[in-house]
């Protein structure tokens, strides 16, 4: 009998130990990837997850891409100003990785924010009763567009959302223009929700694009932020990163 057989839970760790091994190879890979290689990974990740929800019942031939087409038509043809954060930016200046929602911040006048919604509900989004308000007050609104797939919207409360509506990068993805916060606007903007995910987010950003970010805009944006949010922990975090990165 071999020794692996004698031995599972040995096999088991070094199985855990190759796997580890090869995304740390894919993680140094990666950080070297040229835009276009990033945004062809990206595609091909979100292609995975579409096919998952064409099994799990979608109507829609492609769910995610027919999701972002809807939502960059109305946004572009309204000329509403907007950036998308959040899981589609992180993958694309970070570690590519799937994301299920889009999130996007934009500018909408009082009037705007009912005519925006009517148009996302006759696109096929679905929106609660209390969106109109929740985006009027400030408060991040969910729409789905299908069981897995949605979007996030946030209307701009703070100068941070105004400038990184003002700096976002056109990329083509998925067949589209689309405008993504730039890698020092999402840093700044993952410090400040800081779940678990986002803290990963931003290792690898750092990982990946530390040789070309503005990083005195990188602290004047977290001191900005933390003093018209009143968010002090928000300083807090951005010390400890730059400890470690100076570390």
């Keep these: 009998m071999s ?7 040995g096999r088991w760790q070094r199985m855990v130990a190759d ?4 995304r740390e190879a894919e993680r140094r890979d990666l950080a070297g990837a040229t835009l276009p290689e990033r945004i062809e990974i990206v595609e091909a990740l979100q292609d995975f997850m579409e096919e998952v929800e064409r099994i799990a019942g979608s109507s829609a031939a492609s ?3 027919e999701m972002i ?3 960059h038509h109305i946004l572009e043809a309204n000329r509403i100003p907007y950036v998308i954060i959040g899981g589609l930016a992180a993958a694309l200046w970070g570690i590519a990785r799937t994301t299920a929602d889009v999130d996007v ?24 009763a209390e969106a109109f308000l929740r985006l009027r007050e400030g408060r991040p609104v969910k729409l789905f567009f ?33 405008r993504l916060a730039t890698p020092e ?41 933390a003093q018209e949010a009143e968010l002090p922990e928000l300083l807090v975090r951005w010390s400890r990163l730059k400890e470690e990165i100076d570390g």
């Design 146 to 178: 299908t069981r897995r797939f949605s979007v996030d919207l946030h209307q701009a409360s703070f100068r941070l959302d105004r400038e990184a509506i003002r700096r976002a990068r056109e990329v083509e993805l998925f067949g589209l223009a689309l």
């Design 105 to 128: 911040v934009l500018v909408l006048s009082s009037d705007q924010t009912s005519f925006l919604l009517d148009r996302l509900r006759e696109a096929g989004f679905r929106a609660s």
């Design 63 to 65: 769910p995610f891409r």
């Design 69 to 71: 087409r809807r939502l």
């Design 185 to 225: 606007d999402l840093i700044v903007y993952k410090l400040a929700r800081w779940e678990p995910i986002d803290e990963q987010d931003v290792q690898a950003v750092l990982e990946s694009q530390r040789g070309s970010l503005d990083w005195t805009y990188i602290e004047a944006a977290v001191r900005d932020l």
């Design 19 to 22: 796997y580890r091994a090869l």
């Design 3 to 9: 020794l692996e057989r004698q031995d599972p839970r």
